[in-house]
């Protein structure tokens, strides 16, 4: 379709040729120029205009422009100027050329023609041209709008001496390197220009002035304002800035800082974060508030140094009335802009005096209160003020806040949610954790746990199990993961091996227990979810290392799932990395375990840890475990003090990027006099002779009180070992200063099981009695048969007055 121009169509010769080279149009300048009317050459080969004998095919290109000759209605040749233009086929139509020429009468306008002064003079630009010495001779009325003087006040002036301004002379240095070079240069400034109460951006298009011979005469300047697209370009980098900086951590506070730093100077000259605290509304942020509400402060940022210490510091709850800026945008739900030329900022100034004040000591002439909201709920609120920069908020400023907020808002959201979950879990993990360390006749021991430092709360845990026989069990493990189910799971674990460690399994027994429980917990934890979803089978696992240490033997048993092995320091030696067999971890399943049993002088410290005290980013393990050896190696008689110099030590300064858990534990051997031992010969006459040696034992240790009880349940045991046994069997009395351990030994597996006598039954009232008389009991298997023990508390009042009664009955 042809559009329709309000000026005479006929000034310019034109016509479309199709494809295939026919003529599908001819317009009235076309015929004014060869004399041919439309219905004579429509539809006709347009190869028929050209004068040669021989046609040229049609151009090639995108654009074609030459000289050719045409035949005139008249006969003779024409020589025409042509430009062609290749047009693409669109709304069904195929492709065409346009062929056009201007025809005669556009010569360039006559010196005195208003034409020929437009454009300088008239131009929309801002236009000004400059002598060889870089003094004025001509500007348009734009540039003297421009610069807020008229042509004949300053010309012959330089532009440094117009504008005054440091940007003046660097604007005047770029001209003359146009006047000196003869090519032309572009450069961008920002200033303040005429009576201006804003600063401006400029693109300033320099060229050089030439005469007739070509030689550079002077420089003209043609400024363009961009203060559109430049501010356009500083907020979209301000966002982006925004998006880097702010978030870079999962720390309220630290996000509410980055949010304050991020817009000063370049949206504020000074900005503050308040947030409201979530235990006043139930422990979440409510969706919507009412005023007065009270609001904590989180960061501030000034262009001038210190200044924000002088109203309120980090960490400081105020209440906020309805009319400060903070309750009204919280109330309202929306951003807030008032400034002082306005009278918007009157209550804004008298709800505190301190601060209205502040405001009037500074010259703060504008505010903006933006809400911190996230997921629909309502953190807190940002207030941005400006007393250096002259220029009020406006609109744009008011998206650009809010842009910067909005992203902002959802960092600090999770950083809460994180903050708030990795209490949680550490309360959790905390609560799971043994509060304190059995004291034991074995070992002494002393632990530290460390959550981590930046990755959130993981499954690391210890734990100190007092065994029979006055041996005790050490074990430290890691659940794989981190925050509230790896704690949970963690717990899960602890309790699965003192339950398994209650029955006295070997170590490599226990870990084997353990491991298939771990890939019962990773089927649980995966039932329902497909392959490759979250959930499923095998992301359960764990490391877990266990000891038991025997202060009667000095000998330890350890098995490791693969876990660090423990460092050990035997007195007067240098720490060394115990060798045990590292075994799979746990949840692998199918796969056996090897446990190594080593003799351990008294006064021996062993360190059990998780890997989160020799792994992190900053350092290789290996120097994280030499360190741990150097600081192992200073032990000085204090499991506490040696427990902070390894962390110290070894730890880098931001602290670990994992859990870490470190048990340490001094061993204590059991002196021989402690012990006496028989061997039971398989005849149940000879139990009276036993239990007066028991009795005669017992005095010999200055233990007569716990005779009665203690003749009552070695005869029970002997007994039952020489009816139900295999022999050999042998007795064993183990003290200290608070615990009397009867043991009793055969070679048979079977284990005695405690039930309720009937009323005609004649035996299964011994173990019951065992269990009544002692402060518990039980058995373990052992690889020559199994041990039936009970222990008997010492000295306890209540104990005596017991054993008083039983004698006098």
Request: hydrophobic fraction near 40%.
């Amino acid at each position: 379709m042809s559009r329709v121009y309000p000026f005479d169509d006929a000034a310019t010769a034109r016509a479309v040729i199709d494809n295939d080279g026919t003529l599908v149009e001819w317009n009235e300048g076309a015929r004014r120029l060869l004399g041919h009317p439309a219905d004579a050459v429509l539809g006709r080969p347009a190869a028929r205009l050209l004068a040669a004998k021989d046609p040229r095919a049609l151009p090639t290109g995108p654009r074609w422009e030459g000289t050719v000759g045409l035949r005139h209605q008249d006969g003779r040749t024409v020589p025409v100027w042509l430009l062609a233009h290749r047009r693409p086929a669109h709304d069904g139509h195929g492709g065409s050329w346009l062929v056009v020429t201007p025809l005669p009468g556009t010569e360039p306008p006559a010196a005195d023609d208003p034409l020929a002064a437009a454009g300088l003079l008239q131009s929309p630009c801002a236009v000004a041209v400059y002598d060889a010495e870089l003094r004025l001779r001509r500007m348009n009325e734009a540039m003297a709008d421009v610069v807020g003087l008229p042509e004949e006040h300053v010309r012959g002036l330089r532009l440094a001496e117009i504008g005054g301004k440091p940007q003046s002379e660097d604007l005047e240095q770029a001209m003359l390197q146009v006047l000196t070079t003869g090519s032309p240069l572009n450069v961008q400034t920002y200033l303040r220009t005429g009576g201006e109460d804003r600063a401006h951006a400029w693109l300033a298009s320099m060229a050089p002035v030439l005469d007739g011979q070509g030689q550079v005469r002077g420089v003209s300047l043609a400024a363009h304002d961009i203060t559109d697209n430049y501010r356009a370009r500083q907020r979209l980098q301000l966002v982006n800035e925004a998006s880097v900086r702010v978030g870079s951590t999962l720390d309220v506070t630290r996000t509410a800082q980055e949010l304050a730093d991020v817009c000063v100077p370049a949206l504020a000259d000074f900005v503050t974060i308040d947030l409201l605290d979530p235990q006043d509304y139930g422990g979440e942020p409510p969706a919507r508030v009412t005023a007065p509400l009270t609001l904590r402060r989180a960061a501030h940022h000034s262009v001038l140094h210190g200044v924000p210490e002088a109203v309120m510091r980090p960490g400081q709850t105020e209440e906020y009335p309805a009319g400060s800026p903070q309750a009204d945008a919280l109330t309202a739900g929306s951003t807030i802009i008032a400034s002082v030329a306005a009278g918007e900022m009157r209550t804004w100034l008298t709800w505190n005096a301190t601060r209205g004040e502040q405001v009037r000591r500074f010259g703060i002439h504008s505010s903006m209160a933006v809400p911190i909201q996230a997921r629909g709920l309502t953190l807190g609120v940002a207030l941005f003020s400006r007393h250096r920069r002259p220029d009020p908020y406006t609109a744009d400023d008011r998206l650009l806040a809010e842009e910067i907020t909005t992203r902002a808002a959802v960092c600090i959201d999770n950083a809460r949610r994180y903050c708030r979950e990795r209490e949680t879990a550490l309360a959790l993990q905390r609560s799971l954790l043994p509060r304190t360390l059995p004291r034991t006749a074995a070992l002494e021991a002393s632990s530290r746990y460390l959550p981590a430092a930046r990755t959130g709360v993981g499954g690391d845990w210890f734990d100190v199990i007092p065994l029979s026989g006055m041996r005790v069990a050490m074990v430290v493990g890691d659940v794989v993961g981190h925050g509230v189910e790896a704690s949970a799971t963690m717990g899960r674990l602890r309790t699965a091996v003192r339950t398994l460690a209650d029955i006295d399994l070997a170590p490599d027994e226990l870990l084997t227990h353990l491991d298939d429980l771990v890939v019962r917990l990773s089927e649980e934890s995966g039932a329902g979810a497909g392959p490759g979803e979250a959930g499923s089978p095998g992301e359960v696992g764990a490391t877990c290392m266990y000891a038991v240490y025997d202060p009667v033997s000095r000998r330890c048993t350890v098995a490791r799932a693969g876990h660090p092995p423990p460092v050990v320091l035997r007195p007067g030696g240098v720490p060394e990395a115990l060798d045990v067999p590292a075994g799979p971890p746990l949840g692998l399943g199918g796969l056996p375990f090897e446990s190594t049993e080593v003799e351990l002088p008294e006064g021996t410290v062993l360190a059990l840890y998780t890997d989160g005290l020799v792994w992190s980013r900053e350092r290789d393990p290996e120097t994280s475990r030499e360190k741990l050896y150097e600081a192992l190696g200073t032990y000085t008689d204090s499991l506490d003090g040696t427990c902070d110099r390894i962390l110290h030590t070894v730890l880098p300064p931001g602290g670990s990027v994992d859990d870490v858990a470190l048990l340490l534990a001094r061993t204590q051997g059991l002196p021989s006099a402690q012990v006496a031992t028989w061997d039971i010969p398989a005849d149940p006459a000879l139990v009276a002779p036993i239990r007066k040696q028991v009795v005669q034992q017992l005095d010999t240790w200055g233990l007569s009180e716990a005779s009665f009880t203690t003749e009552l349940v070695v005869s029970e045991l002997v007994t039952n070992a020489i009816r139900y046994g295999s022999h050999p069997i042998r007795l064993r009395l183990i003290h200290d200063s608070s615990t009397l351990i009867c043991e009793v030994c055969d070679t048979s597996h079977t284990a005695p099981h405690l039930r309720r006598a009937k009323i005609f039954d004649e035996g299964g009232r011994g173990l019951l009695l065992v269990a009544q008389l002692t402060q518990r009991w039980g058995s373990r298997h052992t690889p020559e048969g199994k041990t039936i023990w009970a222990e008997l508390p010492l000295f306890e009042p209540d104990q005596q007055g017991f054993q008083s009664d039983q004698q006098g009955f």
